[in-house]
C-alpha cells in the first residue's frame, strides 16, 4: 500500500471499531417493556465496564508510561474535574435524596438523574474513545496487521460502552432513538481521535500527554460508577443482580482487554 492506502485504511479500522458501540447502543430497541430489573442489571453491568477498564486498563497504563506519581495526580485531578461539574448541576436536576416526594414527583426527579448519568458517561466514554482512537490509527499505520488485531479488540469491547450509555437514557426518555444517539455518538469519538491524530494532533501529542489523559479519564469513570452508576443500581434493584452486571462488565471487558 502507498502513504495515502495506509492512511484510508487506518481510517476505516479506527471508524468500524468505534462505531461497534453501536451494537451496545441497539440493545434500547429490544427492551420491549422497560423494567426496574433490566435497569439495575444494566446499571451495575456499565459500573463493571467502567470501574474496570480504569483500574486495570487506563491507570496501570498511563503510570507505566508517565510514572505512577504522575499519573496518580491526573486520575485524582480526573475525579476533581468531575465532582466540580457534578457540584455545579443545580439541585433539582440531580437529586440525591427522593425521599419525602410523591411517586409521580419521584419518577420525574429519577428520570432527571438516569438521563443527566447517561450523559456524563457518553461524555466519559467519548473522551476515552478519543486518544483510544488515536492509538487505533497510529498502530494501524505502522503495522496493519496489529492495527487489525487492536481494532477487533476495541469494537468488541465498545459493545458494552454502548450500552453503558444507551440504557439509562432510555430509561429515563423512553426514547429509543435519543437512548441509541447518544450512546452512539460516544463511538463516533473513536474516528474523530483519528482525524484529529491525522490532522492536527500528532505534532503536538507527546506520549507524556496522551498518558495523562488516560488516567484523567480513569478518574472520571470511577467517580460516575461511585457517585451515580451504583448508588442508583442498589436503590432501585437487587443487590445480587447488582453484582452480577459487576460481574459480568468486569468480565467482558477482561475477555477483550485480553485479546490486545
Known sequence: MDGSQNVGAALGLTMLAGLSTGIGSAIAYFIRRPKVVY?????GLSAGVMI????VEL?????AMIGQAQGVLAFFIGIAFIGIVDLLVPELENPHNLEGLDEPEAIQHRDRQLMRMGVMTAMAIGIHNLPEGLATFASA????RLGIFIAIAI?????PEGIAVSVPIFYATRNKNKAFSYSFLSGVAEPVGALLGYLVLMPFLTPGLLASI???????MIYISLDELLPMAHRYGHGHLVIGGIIL???VMAVSLLML
Open 214 to 220: 488516560l488516567a484523567f479519564v480513569a478518574g472520571i
Open 249 to 251: 462488565g468486569m468480565l
Open 39 to 43: 435497569l439495575s442489571f444494566s446499571l
Open 155 to 159: 469494537a468488541i469491547h465498545n459493545i
Open 52 to 55: 474496570y477498564v480504569s483500574f
Open 59 to 63: 491507570l496501570p497504563k498511563a503510570s
Open 141 to 144: 499505520l505502522s503495522d496493519m
